[in-house]
């Protein structure tokens, strides 16, 4: 079996993008994954909390999943038809779950379905100005520069910054231009509070309100972070986690918006796989049942790694913060020097947690994990500290100025919404 660092090296030469897989990610070549563990090539394993990046929350190869997904596979795994039991069982347990909706339309990725529903959008109210925060996907029609883009990439998107003020003048001015209003949910600094006042303020001006759960669908609440918030989008966007680590993703919503998107040409050669709706149906079913109850594990291992993590950071006096929602939370150190050199202390003794990013917990993650975890966490810091200079300890405390420059650095909202909204650091919140 070839080296890790022999992959590496033929990696670089074929295939790697250095700045997104191993500047930004891990130079970690995998081998395989089961539950919330990966191994590598050299046969090293990771406690993996990034849940593949969001699209395993059950845990990898779950065996439920991988049984309709082989079962799939063996009677031919595609067909030439648009249609299948599967998809119409996927879409048939979705509709429960998320009682605004009334249809369900169905892509490959979470980028696939945002750009659809921009589409959908544009499409059935004759309209072409989208008005958005948030990252959704890869697509140039919304990639603006707050996300390292080309300004004006699409003159016919704006990104407000989560700014209401900012939405409220572009909608009294061009209200007549404007497609909808799409907003991807940012649990862990912006209220309940926030996203209903912004679907008050779309809804007075006739647009429509699309929510992209392409995160939260499945991993906030059970039926997402709209409904738990109460309010009533046109459309909204999910995908990770849908099909358990296959590739599918949807647009669901209401029926006048996804019927009128006939128009739109919205058909792909990929409509006719079979597996992804096989290990959906298959996956959803676990969502559903109170007995497996995979979204309240998730926030039980979530809510234990943040108070560990923060008991860990007051014990040594470091300025750091684990924050918020916690099936999807944050880790803020007032030193990126001394934040960066304790992730890599994490990686080296088989913790994958990923500097800056959301942190997402699988549903398979146990309390060995969780206690191996805080071990490593305190070595890594312990280590960290043993070695940083004076003067890589930054300020005292972490504060809301470095809560407010992470967010405008990672998803571009403006510093005047964060000082209205964001709430401080606080506690995890109840299950």
């Not at 919330?36 to 909390?49: F, L």
């Not at 016919?156 to 700014?163: A, K, L, R």
Request: hydrophobic share 45%.
């Amino acid at each position: 079996m070839p080296t890790m660092s022999a992959l590496l090296e033929r990696a670089e030469s074929v295939t790697t993008s250095p700045r997104w897989d191993l500047e930004k990610r891990f130079p970690v070549v995998a081998d395989r994954a089961k539950g919330c563990h990966v191994w590598d090539a050299d046969g090293n394993r990771y406690i993996d909390y990034t849940s593949c990046s969001g699209a395993a929350p059950l845990g990898a190869a779950h065996p439920a999943v991988v049984e309709a997904a082989v079962a799939a596979l063996r009677n031919g795994g595609i067909v030439p038809c648009t249609l299948s039991q599967a998809r119409i069982e996927t879409a048939e347990q979705l509709m429960p779950l998320f009682p605004f909706a009334d249809r369900a339309r169905f892509f490959r990725t979470g980028s696939c379905a945002t750009t659809a529903a921009a589409r959908m959008a544009r499409v059935h109210t004759g309209r072409r100005l989208i008005l958005t925060s948030g990252f959704h996907g890869w697509h140039d029609w919304h990639l603006q520069s707050a996300f390292g883009g080309l300004p004006d990439r699409d003159r016919e998107t704006i990104d407000f910054g989560y700014d209401l003020d900012r939405l409220a003048e572009i909608l009294a001015t061009r209200w007549s231009d404007v497609a909808a209003v799409f907003v991807t949910p940012e649990v862990n600094f912006f209220p309940p509070a926030y996203h209903v006042e912004l679907a008050q303020l779309v809804r007075g001006h006739g647009c429509l309100l699309m929510v992209d759960e392409v995160m939260t669908g499945l991993r906030y609440r059970l039926g997402g972070y709209a409904t738990a918030a109460g309010i009533d989008p046109d459309l909204i966007t999910i995908s990770k986690g849908l099909a358990n680590g296959m590739a599918l993703s949807a647009v669901l919503g209401r029926g006048e918006v996804l019927d009128g998107a006939d128009s739109a040409y919205l058909g792909y050669t990929y409509q006719r796989e079979v597996t992804p709706f096989a290990a959906a149906a298959a996956s959803l079913r676990i969502f559903r049942s109170s007995e497996d109850d995979p979204i309240g594990r998730m926030h039980a291992a979530g809510r234990a790694l943040i108070s560990g993590l923060n008991e860990l950071f007051e014990r040594t006096s470091v300025p750091a913060v684990a924050f918020s929602w916690p099936s999807m939370f944050r880790v803020l150190f007032a030193s990126d020097e001394i934040g960066e050199a304790f992730y890599s202390g994490l990686l080296r003794r088989g913790v994958l947690m990923e500097y800056g990013g959301v942190h997402m917990i699988s549903a398979a993650t146990s309390s060995a994990d969780l206690a191996y975890t805080l071990e490593a966490a305190h070595d890594s810091l312990t280590e960290v500290l043993r070695t940083a200079r004076p003067h890589s300890n930054g300020s005292a405390r972490v504060g809301d100025a470095d809560a407010h420059a992470l967010a405008y650095r990672a998803f571009g909202a403006t510093p005047a919404t964060l000082e209205k909204w964001w709430p401080g650091f606080a506690p995890a919140p109840p299950n």
